[in-house]
C-alpha cells in the first residue's frame, strides 16, 4: 500500500532528514519529491522553509497463517568418515594492478597534491591505469572531506583534475578519482534505488521522479532499468536540478 507524509525543514536535505527519521526508513525505501524549496532570506526576514514529499510503500495487513503440521524429526545419519572426504583447495590469483609512473600519473599527482595542500587536507594520490582510463585512489585520514555530500567533491576534484591533465594534449584521457571505494558503494545503492522504483510503477502504474542527480548517477539509473519490463526512464529539468522519471511503460516487453 502507497503512502506519503509531507515534512518541512530549513532546506532540502534537512526535510528529508526528518521524513526518515519519522518514517524509520533509509533513503533508499522512499521516492522524494520537493514541494517547496528553503529560501533563507535576508537577515531572516522572508525565510521560508523547504517542504518535500516522502512516498513509501506501507506493510499490507498481516495474515493469519493456519497452523503448521507436526513437525517429524529424523534421526540423524552418520557423517561419513573424514578419510573418505577429499577436499580439494584451488589456489586463485587476484591480479594486482600496478601503479604507473608515466607523464599523465605525474600530472595528476603533482596537481592533487597542489590541491590538497590549498585545501588543508592530508592525502596522496595512487595512480593505476585500465586501458585508456587513469584510475586515481585517494588516500588519508579524513577522507570524507574529499568525498563530500553524495560524492560532491570528489566529482568537483574528478573533474578540475581533467581539465588541468588534458589541457594542451592532443589525445585526451579519461580519469576516473575514487576514495574509500564509494563510486562502487553510490552505484551499488543507485541500482537498488531503480529496481526498487520501478517496482513501484509496474505495481501502481504510476510514474515517479527521483530526486536531483548529477549525469553520471542518472546514467547509471538508466542502465539499470534499461532491459526491466513494464518501465521507461527519461530524464527532465536542468542542471544541478536535473531529475530521472521512471515512468510506467506496460507497451515495453
Avoid: C, W
Avoid at 91 to 104: A, G, I, L, Q
Avoid at 229 to 247: D, H, I, K, L, W
Amino acid at each position: 500500500m502507497l503512502k506519503f507524509i509531507e515534512v518541512t525543514g530549513k532546506n532540502e536535505d534537512e526535510a528529508i532528514a526528518k521524513g526518515l527519521a519519522q518514517l524509520g526508513l533509509d533513503r533508499d525505501d522512499v521516492s522524494v519529491e520537493i514541494l517547496e524549496r528553503g529560501k533563507t532570506g535576508f537577515l531572516g526576514i522572508g525565510s521560508v522553509p523547504a517542504k518535500v514529499k516522502l512516498t513509501y510503500e506501507a506493510p499490507e495487513e498481516e495474515v493469519v497463517a493456519e497452523p503448521a503440521a507436526p513437525v517429524v524429526e529424523e534421526e540423524p545419519q552418520a557423517a561419513p568418515a573424514m578419510a573418505a572426504v577429499e577436499e580439494t583447495v584451488v589456489e586463485t590469483s587476484t591480479p594486482v594492478e600496478e601503479v604507473v609512473e608515466d607523464d599523465v600519473a605525474q600530472a595528476i599527482i603533482r596537481f592533487q597534491s597542489g590541491l590538497f595542500a590549498q585545501m588543508g587536507v592530508e592525502a596522496t594520490s595512487r595512480v593505476t591505469r585500465n586501458e585508456d582510463t587513469y584510475q586515481v585512489v585517494l588516500e588519508g585520514e579524513n577522507m570524507g572531506a574529499l568525498i563530500g555530500h553524495r560524492g560532491e567533491t570528489l566529482d568537483a576534484i574528478q573533474q578540475l583534475t581533467g581539465y588541468v591533465v588534458n589541457r594542451g594534449r592532443s589525445h585526451r584521457v579519461r580519469i576516473h578519482v575514487d576514495a574509500e571505494g564509494y563510486r562502487a558503494r553510490r552505484e551499488e545503492a543507485l541500482q537498488r534505488l531503480a529496481h526498487k522504483t520501478a517496482t513501484k510503477v509496474v505495481k501502481y502504474r504510476r510514474n515517479i521522479t527521483l530526486e536531483a542527480m548529477n549525469a553520471y548517477e542518472r546514467h547509471v539509473i538508466h542502465a539499470a532499468l534499461q532491459d526491466v519490463a513494464g518501465v521507461s526512464t527519461y530524464s527532465t529539468g536542468t542542471e544541478p536540478n536535473r531529475r530521472t522519471v521512471v515512468a510506467y511503460a506496460p507497451q515495453k516487453r
